[in-house]
């Protein structure tokens, strides 16, 4: 009577296991549908901000004045600066470049990401670039006195792009062009009221060779 008794609990129990496995194969399987639906929604959620994102550089690239949050992706951010240098609004275009250059560094002063500091180092060369070109259009006008200061602007972009990137070969050669387009002149050599002709010539005389073009 004994063994037949527990040959019939044995049973019992072994006839609850399919059950078993059968419930917890369903709840894995739902577990990892969701996930599987989870990751799909991201995936598409991310592809649209992209494929938005990569909009707004287009319309950016192609000289459309696109409004653009400080908020934006540092790649947007990048695309509006650079919209901004190359039609000439430089005071416009002075956040943008604080705001990249200010992602490179943590708050608690530790380095930011490869990414960030590599756009970073790009926003402060592109506005280097700008600036110099601002200074050799001067010097072609009759506001030359203004060149030295914009020179000295350019030189300052530059140095910080090469400190984010002491590789950063095209920023090196650029400053090596600013630094012999004209020599650093202590502040106020120049003033307003030096109107005789031999001010520009004075000037030019501080300038060994004009760059053909930038890289």
Do not use: C
Not at 101 to 109: E, I, K, L, S
Not at 129 to 136: D, H, K, T
């Amino acid at each position: 009577m004994v063994d037949t008794s527990r040959s019939g609990k044995e049973r019992k129990r072994a006839s609850s296991h399919p059950k078993y496995f059968g419930e917890l194969y369903t709840w894995v399987l739902w577990l990892g549908l969701t996930a599987a639906i989870a990751g799909m929604i991201t995936a598409l959620v991310f592809l649209h901000r992209t494929q938005a994102e990569n909009a707004v550089i287009g319309q950016l690239e192609n000289r459309n004045d696109i409004a653009v949050s400080e908020q934006a992706a540092p790649e947007v951010s990048f695309a509006r600066l650079r919209f901004l240098t190359a039609i000439g609004r430089l005071d416009d275009a002075l956040p943008w470049v604080e705001l990249l250059a200010g992602r490179a560094v943590h708050a608690d002063g530790s380095a930011a990401s490869p990414k960030d500091r590599l756009i970073a180092a790009q926003a402060l060369y592109n506005m280097g670039n700008a600036r110099l070109r601002f200074a050799i259009a001067l010097l072609g006008s009759s506001k030359t006195e203004e060149a030295p200061s914009s020179v000295r602007l350019a030189k300052e972009y530059y140095i910080r792009a090469l400190r984010l990137d002491p590789s950063f070969w095209n920023a090196r050669y650029n400053l090596d062009i600013a630094s012999r387009l004209v020599r650093d002149l202590p502040e106020g050599q120049i003033s307003d009221e030096e109107e005789s002709p031999e001010t520009p010539k004075r000037l030019w005389t501080d300038l060994p060779g004009l760059p053909k073009g930038l890289p």
